[in-house]
Nanobody, 124 residues
Framework: QVQLVESGGGLVQAGGSLRLSCAAS????????MGWFRQAPGKEREFVAV????????YYADSVKGRFIISRDNAKSTVYLQMNSLKPEDTAVYYC?????????????????WGQGTQVTVSS
């Protein structure tokens, strides 16, 4: 079992920045690729970013590429999402998730464990 707890969400103006954190406990953190997803009201949960087990490789959704940065600290069992140049359409609940799937998992069904989510609201 892996427990994931997100933090860092909040209300920010368009153009601003936020940094989300996701602390993991339980099984060995470095065994899992880590991803961020988001879900806006009335919409399906969508992929945002994923980082490899070592942290050496990342992959982003086109909608956030160049604005968001995913990183991880395996010594602290924590994954981060730095969000810059935020737009109102980035408003959603953001979830971190852990995947034992090889490669770059980008689908919700690739993930074994999920956090409870943190709200991000971007005002125009």
């Amino acid at each position: 079992q892996v427990q994931l707890v997100e933090s860092g969400g909040g209300l920010v103006q368009a153009g601003g920045s936020l940094r989300l954190s996701c602390a993991a406990s339980g099984r060995t953190f470095s065994r899992y690729a880590m991803g961020w997803f988001r879900q806006a009201p009335g919409k399906e949960r969508e992929f945002v970013a994923v980082i490899s087990r070592s942290g050496g490789s990342t992959y982003y959704a086109d909608s956030v590429k160049g604005r968001f940065i995913i990183s991880r600290d395996n010594a602290k069992s924590t994954v981060y999402l730095q969000m810059n140049s935020l737009k109102p359409e980035d408003t959603a609940v953001y979830y971190c998730a852990a995947s034992s799937t090889l490669g770059f998992p980008i689908h919700t069904y690739d993930y074994d464990y999920w956090g409870q989510g943190t709200q991000v609201t971007v005002s125009s």
